[in-house]
């Protein structure tokens, strides 16, 4: 419907926004496609070269009014965060689905720290580049994105909805200092 394509146009703008705000070409930014499913809010597939948000997400970030695009370009700027850090080379994607099968199959809950501090700093950082203040509403984000989708705070080899929330505060301190 019309509200859709005009999501679908706005997601785009701000994530070539970004991708033009980081200025890497090596590697290519990956492909983004925005799906109707509610299973797994945003993921990062280094093998497809792709990110994948899904509506349900916009939804969420369009909730935000004012900060709708600072919400909005927390997301894709973190998942950027996951290409241009390469954190894909040791599991087959990084991904919102907290499904047990992937967490085992993929990286140490000590790797995922380091990898989820890693993305959401750059995404505040991306996010500045682009014209967009992301670290002041990820937090509150986080928390519409665990309600929404009904996630256990406390999810299995992934750090907790809390730690999450600790990390971006500490980002934002760094990324003052960065800035």
């Known amino acids: 419907s019309n509200s859709q394509q005009l999501s679908d146009k706005i997601t785009h703008e701000v994530y070539n926004q970004i991708v033009d705000a980081i200025g890497n070409t090596n590697p290519r930014a990956p492909k983004l496609i925005l799906k109707n499913s509610e299973r797994d ?8 070269k792709t990110i994948t948000i899904e509506y349900k997400v916009l939804e969420i970030c369009y909730s935000f009014g004012k900060d709708s695009l600072n919400a909005l370009s927390y997301i894709l700027a973190h998942e950027l965060g996951h290409h241009y850090r390469h954190h894909g080379w040791m599991a ?3 991904s919102l689905d907290f499904g047990a099968e992937l967490d085992d199959q993929s990286k140490s809950p000590e790797q995922r720290v380091i990898f989820e501090t890693e993305s959401d700093l750059y995404a505040g950082f991306y996010s500045h580049m682009a014209g967009y203040d992301a670290l002041s509403v990820a937090d509150k984000f986080l928390d519409k ?4 989708y009904n996630l256990d705070p406390n999810l299995k080899n992934y750090p907790t909805l809390e730690e999450r929330k600790k990390i971006i505060n500490q980002n934002q301190k760094n990324f003052t200092e960065l800035k």
């Open 145 to 148: 994105v665990y309600l929404e």
């Open 41 to 48: 809010p945003a993921s990062y597939h280094p093998k497809k």
């Open 92 to 94: 087959q994607y990084a």
